[in-house]
């Protein structure tokens, strides 16, 4: 029973070029959930997906990410024009439907801007 | 706005020893308290989940508990062993916003053979 899988594990971006992490929940979840750690800075809540549907994107910046997870395929989430403030660990988490909402996490993709 | 705080930040404790990793949250209004584990470089085990309705719960050697009323849950590791050295996470789900988990930032927990 595979977890929740991340790839990539690690990515390079220059400043300015686009990066896509992507995530395949556990079996039989439909709930995703992408979160950010930033350097020696606790995780923080990005956005809460459902097939085809955002539901919760209060954590998500404005400008330059978004986030997909279409009914097909992992989840994405896509970093525009990347800076070097956006160097972290991204972590994606799944979950079955309420009321327990355990969730369980991927381990990561680190993303270093240069 | 929930906050979640984690005391201590770090501790180290010899082998065999029983200790306590706390928690505080600010809102009582909670869906669900969830501690996880990091271990460097590496995602995030869960180990625990305790609901609203819930006083504690039990997993082998460790034992969480909610006090919602004072904002309050604790995890006790008993036995500890040098394994269970990693950073201990308590993340918080609150009413409304369930499945937004609010993070602590985590006691980094040293055992020491």
């Known amino acids: 029973n595979a977890g929740v899988m991340q790839n990539p594990r690690h990515l390079v971006r220059r400043r300015g070029q686009e990066a896509r992490l992507r995530c395949s929940p556990m079996?039989?979840?439909?709930?995703v959930y992408w979160y950010r750690q930033l350097p020696e800075e606790g995780l923080k809540f990005m956005v809460y997906?459902?097939?085809?549907?955002?539901?919760?994107e209060s954590g998500m910046p404005k400008e330059r990410f978004s986030a997909e997870f279409p009914k097909e395929g992992p989840s994405i989430l896509r970093i525009q024009q990347v800076v070097r403030g956006d160097s972290a660990a991204y972590f994606c988490?799944?979950?079955?439907?309420?009321?327990?909402?355990?969730?369980?996490f991927g381990p990561g993709t680190r993303l270093t801007v240069l | 706005k929930q906050e979640v705080t984690q005391i201590p930040a770090a501790l180290s404790v010899p082998e065999g020893e029983n200790l306590v990793l706390n928690c505080s949250f600010t809102?009582?209004?909670?869906?669900?308290l969830q501690w996880f584990r990091q271990d460097p470089g590496k995602g995030l085990t869960s180990l625990l989940l305790?609901?609203?309705?819930?006083r504690e719960q039990t997993s082998g050697r460790l034992n969480a508990s909610l006090d919602k009323s004072s904002g309050r849950s604790t995890l006790y590791i008993a036995a500890s062993q040098p394994g269970d050295s990693a950073t201990y996470l308590c993340?918080?789900?609150?009413?409304?916003?369930?499945?937004?988990?609010?993070f602590g930032s985590g006691t980094q927990l040293t055992v020491l053979p």
């Open positions: 305790i609901q609203s309705s819930q």
């Open positions: 079996k039989g979840h439909s709930h």
């Open positions: 997906l459902q097939k085809e549907n955002i539901i919760d």
């Open positions: 993340a918080v789900g609150r009413v409304g916003s369930a499945r937004q988990l609010t």
């Open positions: 988490a799944s979950s079955e439907a309420v009321p327990l909402n355990e969730q369980f």
């Open positions: 809102d009582s209004a909670i869906y669900n």
